[in-house]
């Protein structure tokens, strides 16, 4: 019982101070060239193409979303978050899955043991 606490307090903290993964000019940089010398075409993806946002005016890979709370546009963004005061993308999306499935299986856990 003691663990699931601890366990949600730790992915809680853990996805709210990891972040979730902003396109930044650093970002775009390393995914659009090969590190050598900069690419000029475009070659089409199976995942989709490179956009630029409508409102950050900058490019953003594909399955990068403008969060319009935080401001920024996030990698691999599945929503905004109140409860961790954060988005949930690339990377603290698993931060966040653990945090609601220990939360589940505490929850049923308190639920089922009457104290």
């Not at 902003?22 to 995914?31: D, L, Q, R, W």
């Not at 609601?100 to 104290?115: K, Q, R, T």
Request: net charge positive; aromatic share 12%; charged share 15%.
């Amino acid at each position: 019982g003691i663990y699931f606490i601890f366990s949600m307090v730790y992915h809680q903290l853990a996805c709210a101070i990891v972040g979730p993964g902003y396109v930044s000019k650093e970002t775009v940089t390393i995914g659009r060239n090969s590190g050598k010398k900069t690419v000029d075409i475009e070659v089409p993806s199976p995942l989709g193409t490179w956009d630029t946002c409508k409102y950050c005016q900058i490019q953003r890979p594909p399955r990068a979303k403008h969060c319009h709370i935080c401001k920024r546009c996030v990698l691999k963004m599945d929503h905004h978050c109140p409860w961790v005061m954060s988005c949930v993308g690339l990377r603290n999306y698993r931060h966040f899955c653990l945090l609601i499935s220990h939360a589940f299986v505490g929850g049923s856990f308190f639920l089922s043991h009457p104290i």
